[in-house]
């Protein structure tokens, strides 16, 4: 997961400046929504923890990955904002893999 979480945060504005989408200032925003998603999220999946099985997670969190990578094809025509949608759907369903897998070995 740490590998997705610098690929998006590192690659995706570096990526939108070199295809001239936006400047430096805007693709900071990539990142800065994807860990501002990450970490709400993790709030969320926080009280969330003891309400529903590991199974559920795994299931949602599974589903917004491949629900985000369906949203990003779409608007590939559009790759301003297919990142920014992606981004935050990203650090959605990317904030409970590393808390889950941690309490599946425990």
Do not use: H
């Not at 610098?6 to 200032?25: E, R």
């Not at 999220?41 to 199974?55: D, E, G, P, Q």
């Not at 795994?58 to 992606?86: H, P, R, T, W, Y």
Request: charged share 10%; net charge neutral; proline share 2%.
């Amino acid at each position: 997961i740490a590998g997705v979480e610098l690929t998006i945060t590192g690659w995706l504005p570096t990526y939108a400046v070199l295809t001239k989408v936006c400047d430096n200032s805007e693709a900071t925003l990539y990142g800065t929504l994807f860990w501002s998603m990450s970490t709400l999220f993790r709030f969320i999946n926080a009280a969330l923890t003891y309400k529903t099985s590991n199974k559920l997670k795994v299931l949602l969190c599974s589903l917004l990955i491949c629900g985000s990578a369906c949203i990003f094809m779409q608007e590939i025509n559009n790759f301003g904002m297919a990142a920014l949608i992606g981004a935050m759907f990203y650090g959605l369903s990317c904030s409970g893999i590393f808390p889950l897998l941690l309490s599946l070995s425990a």
